[in-house]
């Protein structure tokens, strides 16, 4: 059985990454409308989906351990970007910050000795320091390639080389 303050900060987590789903939704169809993004678009589609599977596991496991699975209201993420390194950025800014959030539940878990769930956490510890990795690298592409539409080209070209393959660690 799960404790109180365990089950209410893995709802915040709920909440957290159904935010992130919803927020790499609106990039998507940011750069969906934008002239020649297409990898770019398909990259957070993808980014999207992954993030409500990393949702559903944390409902699934919520119930598993006799707790309640709060589904969350959720508020309009940013729909419109000035530039395609504010996507990124924001990308990044908003990883740094799920990842702040693991941190604090891995804490609580140690604190309360709820090893299970301190156990389970480990997935996304590790998932964090992927996803982290992986903003950051694009953001330093993306500063070397500044406004060159040429690199923009080849960024937009290459970029789904850069997520990990699917199967590998979910
Ligand atoms: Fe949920 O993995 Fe990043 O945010």
């Known amino acids: 059985m799960l404790q109180k303050s365990i089950q209410e900060a893995l709802n915040k987590q709920v909440e957290m990454e159904a935010e992130s789903s919803q927020a790499y939704l609106a990039m998507a169809s940011w750069a969906e409308i934008q002239p020649g993004l297409d990898g770019v678009t398909e990259f957070f589609y993808q980014q999207s989906n992954e993030e409500r599977m990393h949702m559903l596991k944390l409902i699934r496991y919520i119930n598993e351990r006799g707790g309640f699975a709060v589904v969350p209201e959720l508020k309009q993420p940013i729909i419109t970007f000035q530039s395609l390194q504010r996507v990124f950025e924001e990308f990044l800014k908003h990883e740094i910050r799920v990842s702040e959030s693991i941190n604090e539940l ?10 299970a769930t301190h156990n389970f956490l480990q997935w996304y510890v590790s ?44």
């Open 106 to 115: 891995v804490g609580l878990a140690l604190m309360e000795k709820d090893f």
């Open 127 to 170: 998932e964090q320091i992927e996803e982290e990795h992986l903003a950051r690298t694009l953001n330093d592409k993306l500063e070397l390639v500044g406004d060159d539409k040429s690199g923009i080209y080849l960024f937009d070209r290459d970029i789904m080389l850069f997520r990990p393959k699917e199967g590998g660690k979910k």
